[in-house]
């Protein structure tokens, strides 16, 4: 994934406004303004190596930060909250003058980042809100409640309720649907069902959609950690438990690619995609195994958030607070972490159905055509 990190953007990025944005935490820290970007080293802490997206987020990360001359700590945690925990402890006591952290559970590392504020160390939450704590100083992410509305609309979509702008369509229904979310850890989980919900719900109370499970709260549909094979098993069970009578999904709301691919692999083991035809299944984050499945049509879509685009972003912020500023909010209202409202910068996000593939990823130079056509990454 390296060749696809440096952005001739990231100078534009940089250039961006800085402007007070208020909050608790550390903030800009003055004792680096006037250190050279050598002598400075950005902690890094990553949630996992599991999945692709998160690889390319730490490579970008690091790889943009080191263009501006910082050292950089890269650390994946495996999706172990005691390790990243242990990760950020290190990172502070080895001297960090600020931290990129993107948590496994938003609400595990308060006592890492009271650390962190007293040592005057600058906390950017990325792209998963940390929560309960004053200590995070500023949000980078993608407007997540409408990734969740994206999500929903390419559903009705698939369906043909909607066109792919959720204008009323022909399709009348009704369809069964099924839906999944992500892990209830993540802040962003609850945000991409809120939306997604909001979406759908016209729909289920007119009938048009039929969740047959009658699993329609967060809680019931969530999966731990994102995981593919939980999300295979929680599929595996919807249809011996509620399509075992001979009746059909139509489609599946699925927050994530790698849930999306336990989805379909649960599918196809029951026969769907040859005796009939493979439901409806959205996605996010435009893994290479999923977007294949999407050129192939095994997959109906998924939302393209440029990881390049959020680690410039977070670059941007990095740069800011250690130059003794506060970097620029373009939402100082939305994410409330239970302690206080995160300045936060959010970035938009694209659908990406099978004819988009080339416009959106290729062109963009995200995935080539050749990892396209073999699912994986060159």
Sequence with gaps: MNKKLGLTALGAALAIGLTACGGSGAGANSNTADQSASDLTIGVSMPTQTSERWIADGNSVKEQLEKEGYKVDLQYANDDIPTQGQQVDQMITEGADLLIVAAIDGTALSSQLQAAADASIPVISYDRLIRDTENVDFYVSFDNYKVGVAQGTALLAGLGVTDKDGKKANATGPFNIELFAGSLDDNNAHFFFDGAMDTLKPYIQDGTLVVKSGQTDI???????????????????????????????AGVLSPYDGISRGIITAL???????????????????????????????QSSTIFKDTRKLAEQAVTAA???????????????????????????LLPVETVYKDDIKSKL?????????????GQSN
Excluded at 220 to 248: F, P, V
Excluded at 269 to 298: F, R
Excluded at 321 to 336: I, Q
Excluded at 362 to 374: C, H, L, P
């Design 319 to 345: 740069k800011a607070f250690l130059e003794g500023n506060k970097p620029e909010a373009n939402d100082t209202k939305t994410y409330d972490n239970g302690v206080k409202v995160v300045p936060s910068y």
């Design 219 to 249: 809680e019931q549909a969530a999966i731990l950690r994102w995981q593919q094979e939980t999300a295979q098993k929680r599929m595996e069970d919807l249809l011996t438990g509620s399509y075992n009578d001979g009746s059909k999904i």
């Design 362 to 374: 290729i062109d963009s130079g995200y995935w080539t055509a050749d990892e396209v056509a073999k």
């Design 268 to 298: 196809q083991n029951a026969g769907y995609g040859q005796g009939s035809p493979m439901p409806v299944v959205t996605g996010q984050d435009a893994e290479i195994a999923s977007v294949k499945l999407i050129n192939d049509g095994v």
